[in-house]
């Protein structure tokens, strides 16, 4: 016999998981040559476990005893953990059950709780939802999860390439991809998560302005916008760090200077001096006084917070009234602080290594290889100017 049952999440009560497993699957005969198979219906789909894996090889259950083994064993599973999709994976792994779709679908569902907490930008969720429905993934959503390998991923490479995307955007689904992989290889879905092709991407050299020229055009914006802008300028944070600051975040240090904590990538903080220009737009146009989780800089209308599309809607009219060529916000702000702060400690006497360092800290990154590329850009603006 078979019995119909649902995927369900492994925080289920352990009452509930027993049940689950007790009405799990039923044996019958299978095949011309006496064998045996486990059938089962998952999601009002009927499937079979006919065959069991050793090492690389796949054979039959050829009888009753070694049905009941496999059978009892997937039980055990599905009382541990209630999924029964991880359960049956060992013995599944050509089968659509566990395809690409499925499984992404979920990782998505995963990352939608991510982006209602604030734990990722609504861009970044729309980028990694949309792989599926823009058919970035078509040569692979219907392969089980454990036929995915080096082949699979550099025939997905050619089929972007065909596709028209550019090398950059095909690195970064690339990217996306083995993220998922290394995401369903936590879950014990699979077992190694295969290396991905590399793409050639020709390096962006970015458009850094003089600080005056940075200045000028933080300048240009409206004083009631301002504040997200000198934040990312004269801070160099990123753009979700500007977005999801509060007015709790913001306080008076110790030795009486404002400072303001900022929450970075993989939930680290660390606290940066405000400038006086900063603490005195934050005096005038912000409450002493407001409720938790109020933004620091906000929507100048609606009090909200600021969107990706507010932002990039603000700098060009900026770059409009000024008749200035347009330079990316990231670009005009953020690494312009990053390469500027290391021209001037370098000035100052510091090494390379020291003012890498130095950046490091202050900017958040996580890799010494994201800091060497605003060491490289000042070396190359302090060299030209030398010449």
């Not at 005969?29 to 796949?58: M, N, Q, T």
């Not at 395809?99 to 980028?127: I, P």
């Not at 990053?338 to 001037?344: A, F, M, N, Y």
């Amino acid at each position: 016999m078979s019995f119909a049952l649902h995927s369900l999440a492994g925080s289920l009560p352990f009452g509930f998981r027993r049940e689950m497993a007790s009405q799990f699957g039923g044996i019958v005969p299978y095949g011309s040559r006496g064998g045996f198979a486990i059938r089962f219906k998952l999601d009002g789909v009927e499937h079979r476990i006919s065959s069991v894996p050793v090492r690389d090889r796949w054979f039959a259950i050829s009888s009753r005893e070694l049905a009941l083994e496999v059978l009892e064993e997937i039980r055990r599973e599905i009382r541990a953990t209630g999924d029964v999709v991880a359960a049956v994976a060992p013995y599944m792994s050509r089968s659509k059950l566990l395809g690409v779709e499925r499984r992404w679908k979920e990782w998505v569902d995963v990352l939608r709780e991510r982006k209602d907490a604030g734990q990722l930008s609504r861009k970044r969720f729309e980028e990694l939802e949309g792989h599926l429905t823009r058919g970035h993934l078509e040569t692979l959503r219907e392969r089980p999860l454990q036929a995915l390998d080096y082949a699979a991923l550099e025939t997905l490479q050619a089929d972007l390439f065909r596709r028209g995307l550019a090398p950059k955007s095909v690195h970064y689904v690339l990217a996306d991809v083995w993220t998922f992989l290394r995401w369903c290889a936590r879950r014990k879905w699979i077992h190694t998560v295969p290396e991905i092709p590399t793409t050639l991407v020709g390096e962006h050299r970015p458009t850094i302005p003089t600080r005056d020229e940075q200045r000028a055009r933080i300048a240009g914006i409206r004083e009631n916008s301002r504040g997200y802008f000198l934040a990312r300028g004269l801070l160099g944070i990123r753009n979700q760090e500007a977005i999801r600051a509060n007015l709790e975040d913001y306080r008076r240090g110790p030795d009486g200077r404002d400072e303001l904590a900022i929450q970075g990538k993989g939930r680290t903080f660390r606290v940066l001096p405000v400038p006086a220009e900063l603490a005195a737009w934050v005096r005038a146009h912000r409450p002493a006084l407001a409720a938790a989780r109020t933004p620091l800089f906000p929507h100048p209308e609606t009090g909200t917070r600021v969107s990706q599309s507010w932002v990039g809607r603000t700098w060009r009219a900026m770059e409009r009234k000024l008749r200035l060529p347009h330079v990316k916000p990231n670009e005009a702000l953020r690494h312009t602080f990053g390469t500027r702060s290391v021209e001037r400690l370098m000035g100052e006497g510091m090494s390379r290594e020291e003012a890498q360092a130095a950046v490091m800290r202050i900017m958040g990154h996580t890799s010494r290889a994201t800091s060497d590329r605003y060491v490289k850009l000042a070396a190359e603006t302090m060299r030209g100017a030398v010449e």
